[in-house]
């Protein structure tokens, strides 16, 4: 395996610090390769992630992306990484939505750079982050009519007709 | 004569913007605008030359790289991130390749880590080299940018030797290198690492000292160590702030682990803190060079260059005529009949900019479920307007280069 480093000790300090907290019930954690992740419901992600930041030090937003696993119950999903500099600490929280109520809340008042990632997730995977200032699209254009990172969406635009199939070996 | 700060809080009374000006200008900065350096657009709110409000807009060379990765097998994902920051190309590379290494879990050899940190030293200096180059540009000093950036074409001719393209090199493979680097190659190498050192020396008795210079770009956007990591800043942005964050010290890859090398930083984050980062990182890169060029010295083997994993790495194509299992392998890598384990990671490297990050999340097959690229410039690009508020207008154009927003990356 490739040298990666764990730091069990922070992992296990998190884990301690957010069932402390939170309750053990209160999320779901599992180790994959060198990160530990952490699930926590929608209802809480703000709290979670305010606590993480104040008291374990989380003073980085390192990314935020979103995830679509269709057929699941809830299946657009958001993913936080955050990133302890001072302790070298690196955790994902990830938190799940359903289609018809994809909103979550904004964290932009946590980490300012939350603004543009949010807007990236809201553009491509239609999770609207409530409370965010300036909750619009910002690679595609305005009226684009999808969220094309979900899973339904097709890599080719399906609207072209100028494309004869047969041409292309299908 | 007392100079006009850049800062609306630095201002005297009579620097500020008098009751009688009540008519401002919107000015269109961008698309395409020739000291913009990429396609994107700020529309500013200008009060005379000082700008009140900026509004960005991104995404005009936009092209859905994460949504292309979710179709294409992992080894010819490595072309897409070519065109992200097209100015230090192979980091972004090799930024992925090492991603799906360590999704795979595979383990290079020594020489192909060194042949990597190189290789990636060298791009470092290229993007280095553009950026500096650009901000004498913008500050009105030509000769840099016809100067020193010779030295950048000198180290495109390096990537020339090994992979045959200068600009999208698409260099490496999963597990390593496509073939050995050839002498010419190791020539070339050698002589940009005896050569360069005198030239940055000169750079900098032209530019660092430089009364012009200095009065230019000296307290010219600053930004705040808080509020750059507010802002999600990284690279040498971050440094520049005071920030010692480095991703090849903080989370060491490939084998950072083994050089000595320092991290400058600099102190109030403005153009001037910018550029002498870059410079001495840039003098850093050179000694990383040097210093892996000895360690391979010491390595008797010459020929490895690529990690013993037939299922990633392409076999000679003289085998895959002649060799029954040469060209079993070949057909599996082609047609993507290879095993990946499901899982999902995260990895980052230090592109030119900032934190290069890969999420690769696998469901096990060909192609990987879900691709996140944590763009740096995506993320600090958005604090810009920020930065600038209260600034004259050349003075945005100078802070625009010298934050090395890359258009390719901003969008991906």
């Given at each position: 395996m490739p040298a990666f480093t764990i730091k069990a000790d922070r992992d296990q300090l998190t884990i301690d610090k957010l069932s402390e907290r939170f309750g053990p019930a209160g999320f779901t954690h599992e180790r994959l390769y060198d990160t530990m992740c952490f699930t926590v419901p929608r209802e809480q992600v703000h709290e979670v992630l305010a606590f993480l930041k104040a008291e374990l030090d989380f003073?980085?937003?390192?990314?935020?992306?979103?995830?679509?696993?269709?057929?699941?119950?809830?299946?657009?999903?958001?993913?936080?990484?955050?990133?302890?500099?001072?302790?070298?600490?690196?955790?994902?929280?990830?938190?799940?939505?359903?289609?018809?109520?994809?909103?979550?809340?904004?964290?932009?008042?946590?980490?300012?750079?939350?603004?543009?990632?949010?807007?990236?997730?809201?553009?491509?995977?239609?999770?609207?982050?409530?409370?965010h200032p300036n909750m619009k699209r910002i690679l595609n254009m305005e009226d684009f009519p999808a969220f094309p990172l979900r899973k339904d969406y097709p890599l080719e635009d399906p609207t072209r007709d100028d494309k004869d199939n047969t041409f292309f070996g299908r | 004569m007392k100079e006009p700060a850049a800062r609306p809080d630095l201002w005297t009374e009579d620097q500020v913007p008098g009751e009688g000006l009540k008519e401002l200008t919107t000015l269109n900065l961008g698309p395409t605008h020739p000291a913009t350096h990429g396609i994107f657009q700020n529309v500013l709110t200008l009060d005379g030359e000082i700008i009140l409000d900026t509004e960005q807009t991104i995404g005009y060379i936009h092209r859905a790289f994460e949504k292309i990765c979710e179709r294409r097998p992992f080894y010819q994902i490595t072309t897409l991130t070519d065109?992200?920051?097209?100015?230090?190309?192979?980091?972004?590379?090799?930024?992925?390749?090492?991603?799906?290494?360590?999704?795979?879990?595979?383990?290079?050899?020594?020489?192909?880590?060194?042949?990597?940190?190189i290789i990636m030293e060298l791009s470092r200096i290229t993007d280095h080299i553009i950026c500096n180059t650009i901000i004498c540009q913008d500050s009105g000093a030509t000769t840099p940018f016809l100067y020193v950036y010779q030295w950048r074409e000198k180290i495109y001719e390096v990537y020339e030797e090994i992979c045959g393209a200068r600009l999208t090199t698409n260099m490496g493979r999963i597990g390593g290198f496509?073939?050995?680097?050839?002498?010419?190659?190791?020539?070339?190498?050698?002589?940009?690492?005896?050569?360069?050192?005198?030239?940055?020396?000169?750079?900098?008795?032209?530019?660092?000292?430089?009364?012009?210079?200095?009065?230019?770009?000296?307290?010219?956007?600053?930004?705040?160590?808080?509020?750059?990591?507010?802002?999600?800043?990284?690279?040498?942005?971050?440094?520049?702030?005071?920030?010692?964050?480095?991703?090849?010290?903080?989370?060491?890859?490939?084998?950072?682990?083994?050089?000595?090398?320092?991290?400058?930083?600099?102190?109030?984050?403005?153009?001037?803190?910018?550029?002498?980062?870059?410079?001495?990182?840039?003098?850093?890169?050179?000694?990383?060079?040097?210093?892996?060029?000895?360690?391979?010295?010491?390595?008797?083997?010459?020929?490895?260059?690529?990690?013993?994993?037939?299922?990633?790495?392409?076999?000679?194509?003289e085998e895959v005529y002649n060799d029954m299992e040469a060209l079993i392998y070949h057909f599996k890598i082609v047609m993507g009949e290879v095993e990946v384990p499901v899982g999902e990671i995260y990895h980052c490297v230090e592109g030119g900019n900032g934190e290069l990050g890969f999420y690769i999340v696998s469901d096990g097959g060909k192609n990987p479920f879900r691709v996140h690229l944590r763009r740096p410039c995506f993320i600090y690009y958005q604090a810009f307007p920020e930065i600038i508020k209260g600034g004259m207008l050349s003075d945005a154009i100078l802070t625009m280069s010298s934050l090395n927003v890359i258009a390719g990356e901003l969008d991906a």
């Open positions: 003073n980085f937003l390192t990314s935020l992306c979103g995830m679509h696993f269709p057929g699941l119950e809830l299946e657009l999903g958001a993913v936080y990484f955050l990133h302890s500099m001072r302790n070298g600490h690196r955790i994902r929280v990830k938190t799940f939505t359903s289609l018809h109520e994809a909103k979550l809340p904004t964290v932009t008042d946590l980490w300012p750079t939350a603004n543009w990632m949010e807007r990236e997730t809201w553009d491509f995977f239609g999770i609207n982050f409530t409370g | 065109r992200m920051n097209y100015c230090s190309a192979p980091i972004n590379n090799f930024g992925w390749h090492m991603a799906v290494e360590k999704l795979l879990g595979i383990d290079l050899p020594q020489r192909v880590e060194y042949m990597r940190v496509e073939r050995n680097f050839t002498e010419l190659a190791w020539q070339r190498i050698r002589s940009i690492i005896k050569e360069l050192p005198a030239v940055l020396d000169e750079f900098d008795k032209l530019m660092v000292r430089n009364r012009i210079f200095m009065d230019r770009c000296i307290n010219c956007g600053p930004i705040s160590a808080e509020r750059a990591l507010q802002w999600g800043f990284t690279g040498p942005n971050l440094r520049a702030a005071g920030v010692d964050y480095d991703v090849r010290v903080a989370d060491p890859y490939s084998a950072y682990k083994e050089f000595d090398f320092a991290i400058p930083v600099g102190r109030s984050g403005d153009v001037y803190d910018r550029y002498t980062v870059r410079q001495e990182e840039m003098r850093q890169s050179i000694s990383i060079v040097r210093q892996a060029l000895d360690k391979l010295d010491k390595i008797s083997d010459k020929t490895t260059y690529h990690a013993d994993v037939p299922d990633w790495v392409l076999p000679p194509k």
